[in-house]
């Protein structure tokens, strides 16, 4: 029930061609675990994990993402792991991680037990920003 994608090349996840958001995956009900380190994930479209119904855990480790996506706002998630690796590629490099305050407010997830964060850069943080 774990699928490891690591070191494959993702760039923006649910975005291009046939690949589109909710299709990004298959439904896979009995996934609880996807791995997608090393991966040069640097955006997240919405619905891109619609199809992982019973994901526990999420690993982003390693990747220049830049921004908390929604997408990454999912009910049965106990895990989040975003490591952001640097990136200095021109044209991608952004000076703060964009954490968009009251994300988790108004979208569940009540079985977060961790939320791992690391190397992201924060400008501005608040407790607002975790409420919920």
Do not use: W
């Not at 999420?58 to 908390?68: A, D, G, V």
């Not at 590629?89 to 979208?107: I, M, T």
């Amino acid at each position: 029930r774990r699928l490891n994608l690591s070191h494959n090349y993702f760039n923006e996840m649910g975005s291009t061609g046939a690949n589109q958001a909710n299709s990004t995956f298959p439904v896979m009900p009995h996934l609880e675990e996807l791995i997608l380190d090393h991966c040069d994930i640097r955006s997240i479209e919405l619905h891109t994990f619609a199809n992982l119904p019973n994901l526990k855990l999420l690993s982003l480790k390693s990747n220049p993402i830049y921004t908390f996506s929604p997408a990454l706002i999912l009910p049965n998630l106990e895990a989040l792991h975003l490591y952001v690796e640097d990136d200095d590629e021109e044209g991608y490099r952004q000076s703060f991680f964009n954490f968009p305050a009251g994300l988790f407010e108004d979208l569940s997830m009540e079985k977060l037990r961790i939320l791992e964060l690391h190397n992201v850069h924060f400008g501005d943080l608040s407790d607002y920003h975790f409420k919920g």
